[in-house]
């Protein structure tokens, strides 16, 4: 059944059905997403299920709190430590160029620290609702995990994230405290980011050749300064210099950590936020097929239009399609690259998509690991469905609506054996197609 726009709009009752969809407020609360709920099936709920059956027993330290025992229940590198000395968390007054915010992450989740701070921040992704905040007071009588929506969607659910739920790494100009002077502007980074506009507010270790970045740099304000200069902060291997070191896990910063930890906050948003947009579709879906008296499977061309467009920005995102490209030779200071790279699910011939490149790109074979995370897997089917079959095509050496000419058709070969031979969940025709 086809109805022409303009009786379609003039038939809208008052009061309009999308808003019956996403409720008064933002559009994650309440029905179709009910991020709100407390259930969810993330590391902190996992944790919590083990401390309650007693096979978690993690050791409190007299340093360092939850700290470690936190990272090695959930599986999180100490190498992965990344540190930011901008205000830019909660605990603002807590932080500083002299005490940064030690961050560490793993596949699904992300820790910030600070010493001496009475919590811990840690984000948690749920496989079906994306990015999720808690709070874990440093407090050596047990864990106690505090769901932070409200205190966090502010940024983390703003115009930044898109308007949903998500991750945020930022770039900004840092005063000589580590306030951000917000005239100056400020970057959203992501692996799209060129590394001129990274880090401003972050420690960086590593080389990187003629390149620059915004990192170890601040902003003299009484000498007139509005901006940071590039060349004080390249290629810095030793951050005893700028501050004491001795209070964190370890001296690093990583170059190479903090390049993996833009792509992987920015692909665990585009994961969520097609699983948002494909769950708002469909319960809209629904509503109009009772306004109009369609059956309930019936779906409109314009749905299947919504479904694609979240399809396509995950595709876009797992293939590096917008990355920005290195210029020269990138090392890191720590052992991050090798025990990262060394968790990667390998093929017959041992190549894996955590094989580094860092001359010309972050990765040798540009998709994303995430291609492997339970919050991929957990895409709604309509969503998923898609993605398959244009990951297909692009690695076949098919046209699809968009440029993929950064991918040679040597890296859509291996891109594509290496799926083959390491992802459980292919669709049964990538295994017989040629």
């Known amino acids: 059944m086809t109805v022409p726009l303009c009786i379609l709009l003039a038939s809208l009752p008052a009061a309009p059905v999308f808003a019956e969809v996403v409720g008064d407020g933002e559009a994650w609360v309440g029905a179709p997403i009910h991020y709100e709920e407390e259930a969810r099936e993330d590391r902190v709920s996992d944790l ?14 007299e340093n360092l709190g939850w700290l470690p025992a936190v990272l090695e229940e959930f599986g999180v590198l100490p190498s992965s430590q990344v540190l930011v000395f901008s205000k830019t968390s909660f605990q603002p007054s807590l932080i500083s160029p002299a005490t940064p915010r030690a961050l ?19 984000t948690s992704i749920d496989p079906v609702q994306g990015a999720t905040f808690y709070t874990l007071d440093q407090d050596p009588a047990g864990l106690r995990f505090v769901r932070k929506d409200e205190a966090c969607l502010d940024c983390h659910g703003s115009p930044r994230t898109h308007d949903w739920p998500g991750n945020l790494v ?31 507010g972050w420690y960086v270790t590593g080389t990187h050749g003629d390149q620059r970045h915004m990192g170890n740099t601040l902003v003299n304000e009484e000498a007139g300064e ?6 004080p902060g390249a290629n810095l291997t030793d951050l005893s210099q700028l501050f004491d070191v001795t209070g964190y896990l370890v001296p690093h910063s990583d170059i190479v950590a903090l390049m993996v930890l833009e792509h992987q906050a920015e692909m665990h948003n585009v994961i969520a936020r097609a699983s948002y947009e494909a769950r708002l579709a469909a319960a809209y879906q629904l509503k109009m097929n009772r306004f109009f008296d369609e059956p309930p499977e019936h779906v409109s061309d314009s749905t299947r239009r919504r479904y694609r467009h979240a399809a396509e920005r995950v595709v876009d995102h797992l293939l590096f399609r917008c990355e920005a490209g290195l210029e020269g030779q990138v090392r ?58 244009e990951l297909w095509d692009i690695l076949a050496g098919r046209e699809v609506s968009r440029d993929f000419s950064h991918l040679s058709g040597a890296d859509r070969a291996a891109i594509l054996a290496i799926l083959r031979a390491t992802h459980s969940g292919l669709p049964d025709s990538w295994r017989s197609a040629e």
Do not use: K, N
């Not at 100009?173 to 990274?198: K, M, V, W």
């Not at 509005?226 to 060349?231: K, T």
């Open 104 to 122: 560490y992450f793993g596949d699904d989740v992300y820790l910030g620290w600070v010493p001496g701070a009475p919590v811990m921040e840690i």
């Open 332 to 389: 890191g200071t720590s052992c991050f690259s090798g025990e990262f790279a060394a968790a990667g699910r390998r093929d017959g011939g041992g190549r894996s998509l955590r094989d580094f490149d860092l001359q010309r790109r972050l990765f040798r074979f540009p998709c994303s690991f995430l291609i492997h995370s339970r919050a991929f897997e957990a895409l709604p089917p309509t969503v998923l469905e898609v993605v398959w079959s």
């Open 226 to 231: 509005r901006f940071v200069s590039l060349q």
């Open 48 to 61: 919590r299920a083990a401390l309650a059956d007693g096979t978690a027993s993690p050791t409190w330290d």
């Open 170 to 200: 930022r770039s900004v100009h840092p005063g000589a405290d580590g306030e951000p002077i917000l005239s100056s502007g400020t970057f959203r980074t992501t692996d799209a980011s060129p590394l001129s506009e990274r880090w401003g």
